[in-house]
């Protein structure tokens, strides 16, 4: 009977997507009260500065993408809100941490042994004299 209840409150076609939606929040609710339970600065004190920055964007990120959420919900629409332009300014930031991460892991050139690479992979021609001397060599035979 209670799933009669259910049905009457709203469509039956959207009662699994509501099933998953509210499992996703309770997933959501359960990470937040893990971040929770750490101190930031007890966090970030083990983290590089690049890895804290990460953090900050990702915390301030969720934390709006769930006002976009909020918003919508309330029948406002977020894309008319200034929510919006904060979303996009923290990807800009997140594009930035992107670019100095790559930039971390892509190789370094040696240029003392990419120099001696080139030299030894050009061809050099050799002495007149030492080819004489070897075609002598090959013709008496």
Request: charged letters at 30%; one cysteine or more.
């Amino acid at each position: 009977m209670a799933s009669e209840e259910i049905n009457e409150d709203y469509p039956v076609e959207i009662h699994e997507y509501l099933s998953t939606f509210e499992n996703s929040i309770g997933a959501v609710d359960e990470m937040l009260k893990t971040m929770m339970s750490v101190s930031r600065n007890e966090l970030l004190q083990k983290l590089d500065p690049l890895e804290q920055a990460k953090v900050d964007l990702v915390s301030a990120y969720t934390l709006n993408s769930m006002f976009w959420v909020y918003l919508a919900t309330q029948g406002v629409n977020p894309k008319e809100h200034p929510v919006k332009q904060e979303l996009e300014r923290i990807r800009v930031y997140m594009n930035r941490v992107k670019e100095i991460t790559d930039k971390k892991k892509a190789g370094k050139l040696d240029r003392g042994a990419a120099s001696r690479f080139v030299k030894n992979a050009l061809w050099e021609p050799k002495p007149k004299n030492a080819s004489k001397v070897a075609n002598k060599g090959k013709c008496k035979n």
